[in-house]
């Protein structure tokens, strides 16, 4: 079993940058693909990044393209998201999730676990 903990999320200006760092339980984390989602208020959750366990394949939504970038710390069983240049429209609950096999990094029903979420609003 792997248990997740999102931190660093906060209300930040238009323009501005946060790191979210999601803290997994476990000895296995290395063995996981890891993946952030995010879900706005009324909205469905929808992708925004995800890293393969080696960390060489790490896919982005097109909206946050060129401004998220998502990286692993086996050693510290963590893997985070930075954020920058950040709009009003990233406003939204952000979600770390745990995949063993890995086969749908963009597909939020592949993932087996999930941790309870941080709050990220960007105010204008």
């Known amino acids: 079993q792997v248990q997740l903990v999102e931190s660093g999320g906060g209300l930040v200006q238009a323009g501005g940058s946060l790191r979210l760092s999601c803290a997994a339980s476990?000895?296995?984390?290395?063995?996981?693909?890891m993946g952030w989602f995010r879900q706005a208020p009324g909205k469905e959750r929808e992708f925004v990044a995800a890293i393969s366990y080696t960390g060489g394949n790490k896919p982005y939504a097109d909206s946050v393209k060129g401004r998220f970038t998502i990286s692993r710390d086996n050693a510290k069983n963590t893997v985070y998201l930075q954020m920058n240049t950040l709009k009003p429209e990233d406003t939204a609950v952000y979600y770390c999730a745990a995949d063993l096999y890995g086969l749908g990094l963009q597909t939020y029903s592949f993932y087996e676990h999930w941790g309870q979420g941080t709050q990220v609003t960007v105010s204008s």
């Open positions: 476990g000895r296995t984390f290395s063995s996981y693909a």
